[in-house]
C-alpha cells in the first residue's frame, strides 16, 4: 500500500488592509427617531382655515326699494263718440300725430230713419184718423167742461151751489184741458211718422244730413284705435285714445310697508328700460290706498302705488313709450362717506350683531352696532374701523382664535 503525500501546507489568504473598521454615529438613531415624531407631528397639527375675506371701507351707502315699474302718458284722452250714428273707417294708426282743436279724427254719420213699408204706413193712417177721433172728443169735452165751470162760477157767486160743486166743476174743467194737450200731442206724433215717410225718395234714405266731426282735444300722437272699421255707435263709444308720449310718468307698485317710507320728492333711478344709462325721476305722489296682489308664489301681497315724474329730457328718451317696462331703484337713503362692510360678513348673535376680524392670522370675535343697508352693504356706527379685514360668510367652523388663511376677493 502505497503511503499517502503529504499534504501541502495552505498559502494563508491575503486580506487588504483599508485601516480601522468604521463606526455610526450614536446620535443618528435618534436624530431619526426625533425626524419621524416631527413629520408625524407636522402631519397631525391643524391648518389654519381657509377663508374668504373683504375689507371695511368708507364709501357711497344708499337704501333702495328696487321694484318694477312701467311707464304711462300723464294726460291721457279717451276720444268717443259724441252723437249716435254710422262711424266711418278711421284711418289713423298708432303713433300718429294730430294737432289740438285741427286733426279730425273721426266723422259719424246720422242714421236713416226705419223705413215704413205699405203695412206700417196703413198703420200709421189708421192711428192718424184715431188720433184725430180722439181729438176731436177731448175738444168738444174740453169745450163742455169749461161751459159748465163757467155756469158753476157763476151759480156760486150768487150762493145756488157750494164750494165743493164749483171746485168738482173746476177740476173737470182742467182733466179736459189736459186730455186735449195729450191727444194733440199723439197726433203730431203720427203726422210725423206720416211726413217721414213720403220725404223718402226712390232709394229709401232720407235726405242728406250734416256729419259730425270729431276733432283731437290735445296735441301729441294717437295711442290706441278702439274702432277702426266703419259700424254703428253708440254716443259715449270710445274711439281713439291720444295723448303726448313725451309727457310720461312711472308707476311703480312697492309694498305698503316700504310706501310708508317713501316721501314725494325722493330720487329715484330707473335702468333695464331698453336704452343706454339711467334716466332720473323724482317721487310726485305715493298713493293713499293700498290694494292686494297676489305675487308669483301664491302670497298675498298689500302694495301701493308710487307716482314719479321723468326729469331725463325727452331727446334722451326718445324711443320710451306708454306702458313700457322699467326697474325703478328708490333711494330712500344715501350718504356719500358711509363706514361700510358687506352684508355677508354679519351674522346674528343673541339680539346683536357681531363680525369676525382677521387680526395676526387669527379671527377674532367682534360685536358690531350696524345702520342702514343697501342689501349688499351695511353701515357700521361702532365696532370696526376703516381696512380691517372681516371674514365672509363665517358659518359655525369659525370660532374666536381660530387660526386662518385669508384669500381676498
Known amino acids: 500500500m502505497n503511503p499517502s503525500p ?71 284722452f279717451t276720444v268717443a263718440a259724441p252723437v ?12 300718429a300725430e294730430v294737432r289740438a282743436d285741427e286733426t279730425v279724427l273721426a266723422v259719424v254719420d246720422p242714421l236713416p230713419p226705419v223705413m215704413l213699408d205699405a203695412r206700417s ?93 270729431v276733432k283731437s282735444p290735445v296735441s301729441g300722437r294717437v295711442l290706441r284705435v278702439f274702432e277702426e272699421s266703419s259700424r254703428v255707435v253708440v254716443a259715449g263709444a270710445p274711439l281713439l285714445e291720444v295723448g303726448d308720449p313725451g309727457d310720461l310718468e312711472v308707476i311703480i307698485e312697492v309694498l305698503s310697508r316700504d310706501g310708508a317710507a317713501i316721501v314725494p320728492g325722493t330720487k329715484v333711478e330707473l335702468d333695464q328700460w331698453g336704452g343706454d344709462g339711467l334716466l332720473e325721476a323724482k317721487v310726485r305722489l305715493v298713493e293713499p290706498s293700498a290694494f292686494t296682489k297676489v305675487s308669483a308664489l301664491g302670497v298675498q301681497e298689500q302694495r301701493v302705488n308710487v307716482l314719479a315724474d321723468l326729469i331725463t329730457p325727452p331727446e334722451q328718451r326718445r324711443n320710451l313709450g306708454d306702458n313700457f317696462r322699467v326697474e325703478a331703484r328708490i333711494i330712500v337713503w344715501e350718504a356719500a362717506q358711509a363706514l361700510k362692510v358687506p352684508a355677508g360678513a354679519l351674522f346674528r348673535r343673541g339680539q346683536n350683531w357681531a363680525a369676525f376680524v382677521v387680526s395676526k392670522g387669527h379671527a377674532q370675535w367682534r360685536q358690531v352696532k350696524t345702520g342702514r343697508s343697501s342689501g349688499a352693504e351695511t353701515q357700521v356706527a361702532e365696532g370696526l374701523k376703516e381696512g380691517e379685514e372681516v371674514i365672509l360668510y363665517p358659518g359655525d367652523r369659525i370660532q374666536d382664535g381660530l387660526r386662518v388663511h385669508t384669500i381676498t376677493i
Open 6 to 76: 503529504p499534504e501541502k501546507p495552505t498559502a494563508p489568504v491575503a486580506r487588504r488592509n483599508n485601516g480601522p473598521a468604521q463606526r455610526r454615529p450614536p446620535w443618528l438613531p435618534y436624530a431619526g427617531a426625533i425626524a419621524l415624531v416631527a413629520a408625524i407631528t407636522a402631519g397631525f397639527w391643524p391648518k389654519p382655515t381657509p377663508v374668504e375675506v373683504a375689507r371695511v371701507t368708507v364709501g357711497l351707502l344708499r337704501s333702495t326699494v328696487t321694484e318694477e315699474g312701467r311707464t304711462r302718458v300723464r294726460q291721457r
Open 84 to 95: 249716435m250714428g254710422q262711424l266711418r273707417r278711421i284711418h289713423f294708426k298708432p303713433g
Open 121 to 213: 204706413r196703413a198703420l200709421s193712417e189708421a192711428r192718424r184718423d184715431t188720433a184725430v177721433a180722439n181729438l176731436d172728443k177731448a175738444r168738444a169735452a174740453h169745450t163742455h167742461a169749461s161751459s159748465e165751470w163757467s155756469r158753476f162760477e157763476k151759480l156760486h157767486t150768487e150762493k145756488s151751489i157750494s164750494s165743493q160743486e164749483l171746485e168738482a166743476a173746476r177740476w173737470r174743467e182742467i182733466a179736459a184741458a189736459k186730455d186735449k194737450t195729450a191727444t194733440e200731442s199723439v197726433l203730431r206724433q203720427v203726422e210725423a211718422e206720416l211726413t217721414e215717410f213720403s220725404s223718402m225718395t226712390g232709394g229709401g234714405t232720407n235726405l242728406i244730413r250734416t256729419p259730425t266731426e
